[in-house]
């Protein structure tokens, strides 16, 4: 069964310096895509990045970017130059398997809570 | 882009009261539809999803339903909410590879 593992329920970090939120993996699927995703105190969820799994290259949106290790089933986050407006909740996200990674069909992780420090 | 629109954001109802939560979509069309819910402190649980109209697939045996009885439109039903109904619950819709998120309802079973 697919099952997503955030280790950390809870991190800190000062503003302007980088942290990395971990995750862990298991999917039966070849093929497939992985996903962070962002909930501020609002609740809604915000998708901040996604990594395609055939993609040997990490993917990177400004000052997120994540380390993907295939072969070790490990999706981390990094956050770098961190801002106050990222402190929330995120939540790793991979495919429940039928739909082979797509369209909306996810298993999450419990979530990590980042704080940002002044 | 594409957008769900979900209401009510708020909701207090007394135990054994229905529900009717209703989530419609903008700037897609025919896209799978899903209903979340999150207690408080965890991720988020699948609760039904839907591939097109009147096609339904419940994940979790409980005092919920879901339809579809438009494109864009997927509601979830109770006849009789419980207790332990109370939670987030977010509609998303899925295309292209990732999943798109309402704004989602917290209900609150009293």
């Known amino acids: 069964a697919q099952t997503v593992t955030q280790s950390q329920p809870e991190m800190s970090v000062q503003e302007a310096e980088t942290v990395t939120l971990s995750c862990t993996y298991d999917t039966s699927e070849s093929d497939y895509y992985l996903f962070w995703y962002k909930q501020p105190p609002s609740r809604q969820m915000i998708l901040v990045i996604r990594q395609e799994a055939y993609k040997q290259q990490n993917a990177t949106e400004n000052r997120f970017s994540v380390n993907f290790q295939k072969a070790a089933k490990s999706f981390s986050l990094k956050i770098s130059d961190s801002q106050l407006g990222d402190a929330a909740m995120y939540f790793c996200?991979?495919?429940?398997?039928?739909?082979?990674?797509?369209?909306?069909?996810?298993?999450f992780g419990k979530g990590t809570k980042l704080s940002v420090k002044p | 882009s594409q957008t769900i629109h979900q209401w009510p954001a708020t909701l207090v109802q007394p135990v054994g009261s229905p529900l009717s939560l209703e989530c419609t979509v903008e700037g897609t069309s025919n896209p799978n539809l899903y209903w979340y819910r999150q207690a408080a402190g965890r991720g988020l649980q699948l609760l039904f999803y839907?591939?097109?109209?009147?096609?339904i697939s419940s994940e979790v045996p409980q005092n919920l339903s879901a339809s579809r009885p438009q494109d864009r439109q997927f509601i979830l039903s109770s006849k009789k909410l419980l207790l332990s109904d109370s939670g987030f619950y977010l509609c998303?819709?899925?295309?292209?590879?990732?999943?798109?998120f309402g704004q989602g309802t917290r209900l609150t079973v009293v």
């Open positions: 998303a819709g899925g295309r292209n590879t990732e999943a798109f």
């Open positions: 996200a991979c495919p429940r398997g039928i739909y082979g990674g797509s369209q909306g069909n996810l298993i």
């Open positions: 839907s591939v097109g109209i009147g096609q």
